[in-house]
C-alpha cells in the first residue's frame, strides 16, 4: 500500500526530497504517516518474534560463523532493526533537519518499480572527525583519486580535516608507477556535439561504434545514464555483433557476474553507468579501451546533491565550482583509471563530451588526469590517431 501510494505520488520524477523550500508552499507529505506507521508497526511485531524464536539458538551457537541459521538470522535481526528506524524517523523528518530524506523511483534488473525510502546526513565533517579522526592518534587516508588539480582541498573540506587546528594534517602525492605518457593515448573529438544539442547521441554511437572496431573490442563504454546507454546499445550493437565482438550491458545480469564474464572474454565490450566508474579491474588484453560518453557531472536533481548546494549557498559558497565540479572531476578520475591496472596495460581512453575543451572549466578535469598523449582533434583525425597508437600496441 505505502509503495503504491508513494509511487502515485512521484508521477514522472525519479526521485523527490523532503524539504520546505523558503518562500514557496511546502509539498504536503503527511498521506505517508499513516501507512508508514502501519510499516513500522509490523516490521516491530516480526523483530520481536524472530528476537524471541532466536534467543534460545543463539545461546547454543554464539560464536557461529557467516553463513549459519542463526547468523544470517542475526543479520535479517539486524537489517529489521534499521528499517523499522528509516520507518519511524520519515514521520518526523522535519525534526531532523541535519539529514536527507527522500524517496525514489527504482527499478529491478527485470524493470519492475520500486520504492526506495533513504536518508542521508546533510554534512559529513562532524561524523567523520567523531567516527574516524577523533578515536585515533594516527589516520592514514590513501587514494589515486582524492586530487582535484593537485589540491586535495575539497576532499578535506568535505572530511571535516579543512582548518582543524586541533590536529596536524599533512597531504602528500607520490608519482605513479604507471607509465601513462608511453602507454596511454587521450582523445576528445573537438567537433562532437554538444550534449545538449540533437546531435549528440547520434554522434555518440558512431564514435563509439568506429572506436570499438579499430580496438577489436576490448573495451569499456562509461555512461551517466541508464537511458543514454539503452538508446546507444540499441544503435550499435547489431554492426558489434556483426563484427562478432561480445557484447555485456548493465541491467542484464549481477554486477559480479558481468566483471568476471568481462575479464574471461578478453574482447568484449561492457556498456556501464554508476558503480561501474570505480572498482572495475580489469589489467591485460580484457581492457584496452575506455569510454566516457559525458563528464561525470550529478544531476542537480539528485537528492543529496541539491540539498548540499542549498546549504552551501545559504552559507555565501558557490555550488557549482565547491560542490558538483570537484566531485564531477573526481568521479572522471575513477573513471580515467579503469584502463591502467598494471604497469604494462596500454590503451586508449576516449573522452566524448567536449565541454572538456569548450568550457572555462574544462582545463580543471584535464590537468586533474596523469600526463598522457593527447590527440584532441577532429574525429576522422582522432581516429587516425588512435589506429595508429593501437597498431604500435600490437606492434
Known amino acids: 500500500e505505502l509503495e503504491k501510494i508513494c509511487l502515485d505520488f512521484l508521477g514522472k520524477e525519479s526521485a523527490l526530497r523532503f524539504c520546505q523550500p523558503p518562500g514557496e508552499t ?6 505517508l504517516l499513516i501507512p508508514l506507521s502501519g510499516l513500522a508497526q509490523g516490521l516491530l511485531r516480526i523483530q520481536n518474534r524472530l528476537a524471541a524464536a532466536l534467543g534460545p539458538l543463539a545461546e547454543e551457537a554464539p560464536g557461529e560463523k557467516p553463513g549459519g541459521l542463526v547468523y544470517e538470522a542475526r543479520m535479517i535481526l539486524h537489517r529489521l532493526g534499521e528499517l523499522v528506524s528509516i520507518s519511524e524517523a520519515f514521520q518526523i523528518w522535519e525534526e531532523r533537519p541535519e539529514d536527507i530524506f527522500w524517496m525514489e523511483r527504482k527499478r529491478t534488473r527485470r524493470g519492475e518499480e520500486y520504492l526506495r525510502l533513504a536518508i542521508a546526513p546533510l554534512d559529513t565533517r562532524d561524523i567523520m572527525r567523531r567516527a574516524v579522526f577523533e578515536p585515533y592518534k594516527t589516520v592514514i587516508c590513501t587514494s589515486a ?3 582535484v588539480k593537485d589540491s586535495f582541498e575539497y576532499w578535506a573540506r568535505s572530511a571535516g580535516l579543512s582548518g582543524w587546528e586541533e590536529r596536524e594534517v599533512r597531504f602528500l602525492r607520490f608519482p605513479s ?3 601513462y605518457r608511453q602507454n596511454v593515448l587521450l582523445g576528445v573529438p573537438t567537433d562532437a556535439p554538444s550534449p545538449e544539442e540533437r546531435g549528440f547521441s547520434p554522434f555518440l554511437g558512431e564514435m563509439i561504434l568506429k572506436s570499438l572496431s579499430l580496438s577489436g573490442g576490448h573495451g569499456l563504454v562509461l555512461f551517466t545514464s541508464y537511458s543514454q546507454l539503452q538508446e546507444t546499445f540499441a544503435q550499435i550493437h547489431p ?11 548493465q541491467g542484464d ?6 566483471l568476471e564474464a568481462f575479464r574471461r572474454s578478453s574482447e568484449s565490450v561492457l556498456f556501464a553507468t554508476s558503480s561501474f566508474w570505480e572498482g572495475v579491474d580489469a589489467p591485460g588484453e580484457s581492457l584496452q579501451m575506455v569510454i566516457i560518453c559525458r563528464l561525470p557531472f550529478q544531476a542537480p536533481t539528485d537528492p543529496v546533491l541539491s540539498a548540499r548546494a542549498e546549504a552551501l549557498e545559504r552559507r555565501g559558497g558557490q555550488p557549482f565550482w565547491e560542490l558538483s ?4 572531476v573526481m568521479r572522471l578520475k575513477q573513471g580515467f583509471g579503469r584502463l591502467m591496472r598494471s604497469s604494462t596495460d596500454r590503451g586508449v581512453v576516449l573522452i566524448l563530451d567536449p565541454r572538456v575543451i569548450r568550457k572555462a572549466y574544462g582545463g580543471i578535469f584535464l590537468e586533474s588526469l596523469p600526463e598522457t598523449r593527447r590527440s584532441l582533434k577532429e574525429s576522422s583525425r582522432l581516429l587516425g590517431d588512435i589506429e595508429g597508437f593501437l597498431f604500435e600496441s600490437r606492434g
Open 325 to 328: 565540479l570537484p566531485e564531477a
Open 26 to 31: 511546502p509539498r504536503s507529505y503527511g498521506f
Open 239 to 249: 554492426a558489434l555483433e556483426d563484427l562478432r565482438i561480445p557484447l555485456l550491458k
Open 145 to 147: 583519486t582524492l586530487s
Open 177 to 179: 608507477p604507471f607509465p
Open 253 to 258: 545480469d549481477e554486477r559480479t557476474r558481468l
